[in-house]
């Protein structure tokens, strides 16, 4: 999954405001439609392009395409 992929320790980090409560679904809070628009924002899909140009690996291209 991208979120885990994505740590940044030492750089920046591509999606620096997704955390688990936006994709883990025990952790997601019920009627917030800020947390579904924050998931679909246009800086996380755009990691599919990063994964087809071997940017981020393959595994996060599951991730961008759901998106």
């Known amino acids: 999954m991208l979120l885990e992929v994505d740590v940044g320790e ?6 620096n405001k997704l955390t688990e409560q936006h994709v883990n679904k025990d952790k997601i809070p019920k009627m ?3 947390v579904a628009a924050q998931v ?8 599919e392009v990063l994964a087809n140009h071997n940017i981020l690996p393959k595994e996060c291209l599951a991730t961008a395409e759901f998106l």
């Open 40 to 47: 679909l924002a246009k800086g996380v899909g755009c990691n």
């Open 32 to 34: 917030k439609v800020s």
């Open 10 to 15: 030492h750089e920046i980090r591509l999606v």
